[in-house]
T-cell receptor
Framework: DAKTTQPPSMDCAEGRAANLPCNHS???????VYWYRQIHSQGPQYIIH???NNETNEMASLIITEDRKSSTLILPHATLRDTAVYYC??????????????FGKGTKLSVKP | SQTIHQWPATLVQPVGSPLSLECTVE??????LYWYRQAAGRGLQLLFY??????ISSEVPQNLSASRPQDRQFILSSKKLLLSDSGFYLC????????FGEGSRLTVL
């Protein structure tokens, strides 16, 4: 089972910031928070990840609460192409049995003109 | 960055027929490789992962199998397909930050 909880769907107006929440109250000290998105009928795309500090890259910003029990992915200026299912995942960094990414149902973000 | 190639992109097979989906990786060596399946309207389910040639771990019992004959080649197979095997199959590579292929959509009739 996924170790995260996300709202099933959200709407956002084009050009506005999209703030996608995620609860991960049972996160362990060695687990990172990852965000991926999946545009319809395509493979998932990595967006960003973080451990404790807030992170920013060319795609998005990740805000992690001080207790690490929740996080928010921020798309600063959403476009129609950002319409996708967004997955929040917690996992240790390395692959193999300890690092498999368990995808839940995610949040379907609809960006509207 | 890595590039994941999957084929075929689309496949329609009768129940009881065999299956072979292939995945190759470019841009890295000795990657961790994964097969995921996404049934219609559902999330991604991890099927197999591999940390090296000939090393396969299965996450769920099923009539599918996986093999890794070369460092950057990962194959998903079945001897006899079931209706429940229909879905969108994704190959991925990496650790933490995963790179996914474009997927293979399998319909079993």
């Amino acid at each position: 089972d996924a170790k995260t909880t996300q709202p099933p769907s959200m709407d956002c107006a084009e050009g506005r910031a999209a703030n996608l929440p995620c609860n991960h109250s049972t996160i362990s000290g060695n687990e990172y928070v990852y965000w991926y998105r999946q545009i319809h009928s395509q493979g998932p795309q990595y967006i960003i990840h973080g451990l404790k500090n807030n992170e920013t890259n060319e795609m998005a910003s990740l805000i992690i609460t001080e207790d690490r029990k929740s996080s928010t992915l921020i798309l600063p200026h959403a476009t129609l192409r950002d319409t996708a299912v967004y997955y929040c995942i917690v996992s240790p960094y390395y692959g193999g049995s300890q690092g498999n990414l368990i995808f839940g149902k995610g949040t379907k973000l609809s960006v509207k003109p | 960055s890595q590039t994941i190639h999957q084929w075929p992109a689309t496949l329609v097979q009768p129940v009881g027929s065999p299956l072979s989906l292939e995945c190759t990786v470019e841009g890295t060596s000795n990657p961790n490789l994964y097969w995921y399946r996404q049934a219609a309207g559902r999330g991604l389910q991890l099927l197999f992962y591999s940390v090296g040639i000939g090393q396969i771990s299965s996450e769920v019992p099923q009539n599918l199998s996986a093999s890794r004959p070369q460092d950057r080649q990962f194959i998903l197979s079945s001897k006899k397909l079931l209706l429940s095997d229909s879905g969108f199959y994704l190959c991925a590579s990496g650790s933490g930050e995963l790179f996914f292929g474009e997927g293979s959509r399998l319909t079993v009739l």
